[in-house]
């Protein structure tokens, strides 16, 4: 039986080989009740993988797809999980270096690390073309709000969704007698203050990712900036990691994270009722998590077997049902968003908190012309610059902010709002992205936005403190340093103002 | 301090020392040359990187780096922590010291042993449950809720750990404090009582006497203690890392040098770390260690220690007993998080689990971090024995010319951060032949390298105190009597000064087996992980909230093996356990 299971499992580690009776003894008597034979006896094929996709995913999915092939095909499917060294940039670079030399990299299937990884190997013809059945392109919508669920020539077909919410401590804000946060801009809101945990964004991707969904749920660039710096003034600290800040609400260190959407579903499972995940409806987009099959797979009938049944319903209901009930994974959350449209309606009910459909009406966000001219790179040095290495003095200045007497409220709320000259339109942006690939540009630039920001934080706690406001929309600091940027006046914006709240 | 003169019937005669200074030069050659490749030569890599830009040899990122508001003001604000810490440890540390030497009580043993078990954990470990407990809706503030003290809906509680700053200080001082208690210890034991009695018996007070004359004759003890502290504290960046406070040097260059593309900017920002632990070290050397403590003899008779009544033996208990339960209340929270199934909005986990701790005998990736540390510390401590009786006996027996320069240089790890030399291993290792002992190969020789030359100062240091203790005439007695100066070594000296190289070996194998900064950047691949790498990637791990119970669960066994290692050492000593730390 011990043979079994591990024969199933793919025998890849020891947890592997741990006794699990009640799964091996099922599965080996579902193989001898078709095959007359038991797991053991079935001839054994080999698929080959890469996947920066974490090792649960792995093996719940390893678990189940070697169980449908030994039920239905009658083999052993043992899965080979190849290890570069690194995530998804690192398999990417190594995918191109390979190809570059041979016309096959022994490898079948390459899965998960967002879309974004997958275009360029797909122009790099590095991908083979899917044969994706009716069924699959009919629960699988071409594009969901704009963004493409599968290429449109078929080299990769996304295999479940991310989207960005935030993860709340329900039962704890009901104790100090805060609001529960429904939308981004909720997140701002005064009594929040100190208790948003926040995660820099220059060292997660997916904290940077969730920074871009509130700037794109603005009117434009510089109201998106003003929503994003109004929620930042809020934060307790920024963490290194997107998972510690994640967990700030179940650890208690803040009460609010904002975070991408699995990462609240799993912490969301800990605790159900007391914590409580959000993608804030119409604040979000849903981006594929592609699957591929690789230029001239050295298995490509069994990689096609596997790619079938992770975009299966049987395959999908693996990512959001609970552990151990029919279907779902069998030790491990996996709390991921399926992507095919009829699991949502097939599993209705049993899937597990946090798990939100996307395809609902309104529940995608509609990009704004600006959005796809905010530059990631960009985004990332402002916030670091703004916020993450200004933390005490930005939510000193936030205080003054909200004492700030009615007279002075306006001008300091346009002051705080106030971007850097260089950046101070979409198309600024633009520019100042092609300028900062370069280190010695972008040490420069951000040195400066670190001067305009610490100035302008003093300039504001200093201007309240004295009940006089600051530079009647001059746009010029008394203190302004000569190499420091012209700041860029602008009407003053209501995100901010001196009630704090907007 | 009157030294005693020179044997009768064998005048310190120039010809013998010169001899043994002359034989032994080789020998520092080596020695120095060794350290010269493996500590100048990668940090030279490192800081001359920070003085070229765009191909050439430049001052820009000098002048960039010290033109930064927001560098300058970490750098600030590292300064200022190592002084919380250090501060924070001598009020720990010499009324413990003090206790310990001058004073006796019922139960003194076992306090005095759970004062020191701090040391065993891994102070980033203790973050992960320090956010559990003393964070604004941790245990403690949820217990003083309980107990009607707050009351969340009138005002926020408090947030114990200050913001990060406090919490930083507070676990490092926590964990560091031990090694002031004994350094303090021993420098008070070393204190001839004759000159407190004679204060005493002009009138003093005794806490003048203490003041006046105790305290500036164990100033160079303290001044040795509270420097292994202070750059300690100074160029941590485990525990600012996992209690998620950045505004420090440390975590920037960790940051950078994190990322694929570190540029000149990072090793300029090194160089200055640098200047700056050498600049705050000297300054602390002319301030504080410049006392006659070095050529005392031993004490030639102990201070009669105080039996205590029953008001004194309870305030010591009250002291000790609150000062281990304070420092052990990280560690008992790291077990209750290994052991926790959930553990949300309440005083204690809800739910329990064995599964963290099956989790880490299971997990092939984790039990091989705890075979490869066991490896890389036990080798490291090899080296620093050798090394360090070698280094010890010929700056203080053998005298041997440019003695000063390789004292300072086995010191001279104390200023550098070990991410640093480890970016130094990194760049040394990056090409050539050399690429397959490198992080991405089998970085065993590297860590193994990085973690004894860090830790060599530990041992040098226990070794150089030993030998400045035992004065020079016990040698010179048994040579008197016909030994030869191997034998008189061998037989005389390495047996009195035992308990202090005992002492710095356990120390120097537990801070191996606790190294996180080269750890982090050396090992980067899993099969090659030390324990304190696996800790930290489990605990920073994303995906799943269990990560960080499994990282405790981790850290729980990494606590057993060294209460196991201390344990060992104590049986190795029986009654001598104790002349470890007083030594």
Known sequence: ?502 | MTKLPPPPNLPRSKEPLTLAAMLSIPVEFLIAGLLFLLLIVPLGMVVASGFMHEGSVSGYWFTRVLGNSVLMSQLGNSVLLAAATTGLCLLMGIPLAVLRVRCRFVGQGLLGLLVLAPMILPPFVGALSLQHLASRFGSINLLLERIGLLDFSQHLPPDWLGGGFAGVAALQALHLFPILYLNAAAALANVDPCYSQAARNLGAGPLRTFLRITLPLMAPGLFAGATLVFIWSFTDVGVPLMLDYQHLVPVTIFKELARADTGGRTFCLVFVMLSSSITLYALGKFLFGRSAVGEASKASIADQPRHLGLAGTLGAWLLMGGLAVLALAPHAGVVLMALSDRWVNTVLPTKYTLSHMAFVVTDPATYASIVNSLKYALAATGIDVVLGIAIAFLVVRIKVPLRGALDSLAMLPLAVPGLILAAGYVALTASGPLKSIGPMGNPFIILVVAYAVRRLPFMVRGASAGLTQVPPSLEEAARNLGASPASAAARITLPLIAANLIAAAVLTFAFSVLEVSDSLILAQLPQHYPITKQIFNLATSAGSPETPRQAAALGVYGMAMLGATMAAAAALLGKRLGAIFRA
């Not at chain 1, 996709?53 to 899965?79: K, T, Y």
């Not at chain 1, 390979?98 to 974004?116: E, F, K, N, T």
């Not at chain 1, 049902?321 to 097939?346: A, E, H, T």
């Not at chain 1, 040490?443 to 309240?464: G, L, M, N």
Request: hydrophobic residues 40%; glycine residues 8%.
């Open chain 1, 1 to 502: 039986m011990m043979a079994a299971a591990t024969a199933l499992a793919g025998c890849s580690s020891a947890t592997d080989n741990l006794p699990d009776d009640a799964r091996t003894r099922e599965a080996d008597a579902q193989v001898r009740s078709h095959w007359g034979k038991g797991l053991d006896a079935l001839p054994q094929e080999t698929l080959v993988l890469i996947s920066p996709n974490n090792r649960n995913i792995q093996q719940e999915f390893e678990w189940a797809f070697s169980l449908d092939q030994a039920v239905r095909r009658g083999r052993r499917v043992r899965m080979e999980w190849r290890d570069v060294g690194g995530g998804g940039s690192t398999i990417r670079t190594y995918l191109t270096n390979v190809y570059s030399r041979s016309d096959s990299s022994g490898i079948d299937v390459l899965w998960g690390g967002g879309d974004a990884g997958f275009i360029p190997l797909a122009q790099a013809g590095v991908l083979a073309p899917l044969d994706l059945s009716s069924d699959v392109r009919e629960q699988i919508p071409a594009e969901l709000s704009g963004t493409a669920m599968y290429d449109k020539d078929r080299r990769w077909a996304g295999s479940a969704l991310s989207a960005f919410g935030f993860i709340y401590n329900a039962g704890m804000l009901r104790r100090c007698g805060i609001e529960a946060p429904a939308t981004w801009q909720d997140l701002s809101a005064k009594p929040l203050a100190g208790l948003v945990s926040l995660a820099d964004p220059t060292q997660s991707s997916s904290a940077a990712a969730a920074y871009q969904m509130i700037v794109w749920s603005g009117r434009d660039w510089p109201d998106g900036w003003a929503r994003l710096l109004a929620i930042m003034a809020n934060a307790d600290r920024f963490t290194d990691s997107a998972g510690t800040a994640a967990s700030a609400p179940l650890v208690g260190t803040a009460l609010v994270a904002t975070c991408i959407d699995f990462y609240g579903a799993l912490r969301v499972a800990e605790a159900p009722g007391e914590l409580i995940y959000v993608s804030p409806r119409g604040g979000t987009t849903f981006s594929p998590d592609p699957i591929a099959i690789l230029k001239n797979p050295p298995h490509p009938e069994l990689a096609k077997e596997f790619v079938d049944f992770v975009l299966s319903s049987r395959g999908q209901a693996l990512w959001a049902l609970p552990v151990g009930v029919p279907q779902g994974p069998s030790r491990n959350l996996l709390g991921r968003m399926p992507i095919r449209k009829d699991v949502y309606r097939l599993y209705e009910g049993r899937l597990m908190g946090g798990i939100t459909d996307p395809f609902q009406a309104g529940q995608s966000m509609t990009l704004a012309p600006f959005a796809r001219k905010v530059d990631f790179g960009v985004l990332r040095q402002l916030v670091k610059a703004a916020a993450v290495d200004s933390l005490p003095a930005l939510k000193a200045a936030r205080a003054a902010l909200a004492a700030a007497t009615p007279d002075q409220a306006a001008a300091l709320a346009a002051d705080f709002n106030r971007l850097p000259e260089n950046i101070a339109t979409i198309e600024g942006v633009t520019a100042v992205a092609k300028a900062i690939k370069d280190d010695t540009q972008r040490e420069r630039i951000v040195t400066d936005w670190q001067r305009f920001f610490a100035e302008k934080y003093a300039r504001i706690a200093r201007a309240s403190s004295m009940g006089v406001p600051p530079m009647s929309g001059t746009g010029v600091s008394p203190v302004h340093s000569p190499t420091a940027p012209q700041e860029h006046g602008r009407d003053a914006h209501a995100t901010f103002t001196a009630g704090g709240r907007p």
